[in-house]
């Protein structure tokens, strides 16, 4: 049973930046792809940034491109979100996932498409 935890959140002001973790246990991520999520209070949960396995190939909402980087160390079975200048509108609760069938980081991240979930850490951007 794969399990992963998320940290690295907080608070940030605008401007700044952060980088967030997602430590799997239980099992290898080598072929999982991967995706973070996030989801802000009375709104649905939306993909930010996924990954695929092998080939590496991200996918990046609108909202976010240019500002977030996902990337991944399977020799240290962790996924990683570098947040750069970070909005108020980036406020959320973000989530980790994991998807165990054969899908593009795009699919995964427009369809929510997920096996696992990590219990979310919050990032608030307030001055």
């Known amino acids: 049973q794969l399990q992963l935890v998320e940290s690295g959140g907080g608070l940030v002001q605008p401007g700044g930046s952060l980088r967030l973790s997602c430590a799997a246990s239980?099992?290898?991520?080598?072929?999982?792809?991967l995706g973070w999520f996030r989801q802000a209070p009375g709104k649905e949960r939306e993909g930010v940034s996924c990954?695929?396995?092998?080939?590496?190939?991200?996918y990046t909402a609108d909202s976010v491109k240019g500002r977030f980087t996902i990337s991944r160390d399977n020799a240290k079975n962790t996924m990683f979100l570098q947040m750069n200048s970070v909005e108020p509108e980036d406020t959320s609760t973000y989530y980790c996932?994991?998807?165990?069938?054969?899908?593009?980081?795009?699919?995964?991240?427009?369809?929510?498409?997920?096996?696992?979930w990590g219990q979310g850490t919050q990032v608030t951007v307030s001055s």
């Open positions: 990954i695929g396995t092998s080939d590496g190939i991200t």
């Open positions: 996932a994991a998807l165990s069938i054969s899908a593009s980081a795009q699919d995964m991240c427009a369809n929510r498409w997920h096996d696992y």
């Open positions: 239980g099992s290898t991520l080598d072929y999982y792809v």
